[in-house]
Every structure is written in C-alpha cells, then in structure tokens.
C-alpha cells in the first residue's frame, strides 16, 4: 500500500472500467501505467469486457516492458485478475501480481484513488 515508485517499470497499476457512451452503449478500458513516470504502458478498449481485452493489453504492455524488470502489478479484485489466463501471462512476464483485500479496492490504488478519472 505503499505507493511512492521513482523508478520507472517497479510498480505498475491496472484496472478495467467500464464508460458510457453518447448512444448510450458501453465501452471497457483495460488500462496499466507506470507508478512512477505515470505514464499508460499499455491501453485497450472493447466493447465487451472478455478475455480478448486483457489479453491485448497485456500483449501491449510485453512490448513495452524492457527486458531485466519485474515489476509489481497492483490491482483491485476484478473478474480479469483471478482468472488462470491473466495469471499465466503476468507470471510469463515476470510480473508480481497484488491484489488488493476483498471489499478493499482502494488498497491498490495510489493515493487511495483509482487512477481512472473521467
């Protein structure tokens, strides 16, 4: 909970929202950034929150990742974060996955507020 990275690629931050749209239809961001540059390493929407947007943003996100970082990456316990596939994944790139408390989603979030903000 402690959130005060200056290096870049320690300590990631990752959520999935859900926003919205004019016509009235939903859209899902998946979204990591970069604790300390607060930079978004990797970013994707869809209109369905499914395994294809989180595979995606990860996807993004080992493209982006240099080689020799295992960063930790903190999360709320969202539907995505438990599921086998997004565990392999983060566990490939060498990721240290935390998960914040049930009932507790802002225990991962810097500055006890959740990095999206419309």
Known sequence: QT????SPFTVLHTDVSQV??????W?????????????????????SPNKLLIMD????????LPNNFNPI????????????????????????????RKGNCLDNAPNGKLFLSF
């Open 57 to 64: 943003t990860l996807n993004q996100l080992e493209d982006n």
């Open 73 to 100: 990456i903190h999360s709320d316990q969202g539907w995505h974060c438990q599921l086998e596939y997004y565990r392999e994944k983060i566990n490939s790139l060498g990721l240290i996955q935390s998960i914040s």
């Open 20 to 25: 919205r749209l004019g016509d009235s239809t």
């Open 27 to 47: 859209a899902y961001m998946s979204v990591i950034l970069d604790q300390a540059t607060k930079e978004v390493l990797a970013a994707s929407v869809s209109q």
């Open 3 to 6: 959130f005060d990275a200056t």
